[in-house]
């Protein structure tokens, strides 16, 4: 295998090692998020679209290659004047060019996951301090109307008190009055 297709091999074996990394549960989304919102990584984020697009690029034009290779050497003209040798040459390049493209074609397959891998890791992130803070919200509202149902119920029960104690007071009242006159 030549340097470039070592190189390409690598980082499809780096990109394999990454969504590995992303799926399983090693960190949660939010120190993920914290993560993609550093310092480092968005500096890089500001020009990491310019870097994906020169990326895939360079993947697609090994791709490309690789398929001008494949077509070039499976072409091969059966007859018998064509030698063992130069036949097993045929088949092994053949077999390097399938091979390159299957790992140009995945390398390609797997900077589009991770793409949009650390995107919806991003938005779960933020879905989730969104429904934190709304069920925050939601509690302290329950609690305030709880609250005021309270101070209304007591508001209620005051009234209600006064009431009673009008009516036993007035009725007291009559008492007092009937005893006096009884009295006098």
């Known amino acids: 295998m030549s340097l ?10 780096a990109e394999i090692a990454l969504v590995l990394l ?9 120190r993920w998020n914290r993560f993609f919102k550093s ?5 890089l984020g500001q020009q ?10 360079i ?12 077509r070039k050497y499976s072409g091969l003209q059966q007859s018998n ?24 074609g995945f390398a390609i397959f ?16 933020n879905l989730m301090a969104q429904s934190e803070a709304s069920f925050k919200q939601a509690q302290s509202a329950t609690a305030a109307a709880r609250s005021l149902l309270e101070n209304k119920n007591t ?4 009234e209600a008190g006064e009431d009673t104690t009008l009516i036993e007071l007035s009725r007291l009242r009559r008492r007092v009055q009937g005893l006096t006159a009884r009295v006098s």
């Open 4 to 13: 470039v297709w070592t190189l390409i091999a690598g980082f499809l074996y």
């Open 22 to 30: 992303l799926v399983l549960p090693v960190l949660t989304p939010y």
């Open 39 to 43: 310092k480092f990584l968005s500096m």
């Open 48 to 57: 990491a679209h310019i870097y994906f697009l020169l990326i895939m690029g």
């Open 59 to 70: 993947l697609v034009i090994f791709l490309l290659e690789a398929i001008r290779e494949m």
């Open 81 to 104: 004047e064509v030698h063992l040798n130069v036949e097993m040459q045929h088949s092994m390049k053949l077999f390097r060019a399938q091979r390159n493209f299957y790992i140009s």
């Open 110 to 125: 797997l900077a589009l996951v991770i793409r949009r891998l650390v995107n919806l890791i991003c938005t779960q992130a």
């Open 155 to 158: 508001e209620k029960a005051k």
